[in-house]
């Protein structure tokens, strides 16, 4: 994996999916430490039970600001963007 990691290509890529992935597990992990079902959350936001399982899926890439922030206060929860620093491309 370590050499894996040094090709830029695949770094940017296992990056990218990675990040994803974190996505999907936060949505499903706030919404269980909420004891909501993905049919609560769904009607907590106006939306359905299989927008919330493809939510929960690190396929899924139409997230938007208003639909994190829509599930973080349904769930009681705060929701935070960062931005971090990436090592300078040579």
């Known amino acids: 994996m370590d050499q894996l990691m040094e090709n830029k290509s695949f770094k940017a890529a296992f990056e990218q999916e990675y990040s994803k992935l974190l ?7 706030i919404r269980k430490e909420a004891h909501l ?3 609560a959350l769904a009607r907590k936001i106006h939306s359905t039970k299989s927008a919330i399982s493809r939510y929960e ?3 899924y890439r139409g997230y938007s600001l208003s639909l994190l922030e829509k599930i ?5 929860a705060g ?4 931005f971090v620093p990436q090592p300078a491309h040579a």
């Open 23 to 29: 996505v999907s597990e936060e949505i499903a992990r």
């Open 37 to 39: 079902t993905q049919d």
């Open 57 to 59: 899926s690190a396929r």
């Open 72 to 76: 973080a206060c349904a769930c009681n």
């Open 79 to 82: 929701l935070e963007i960062k």
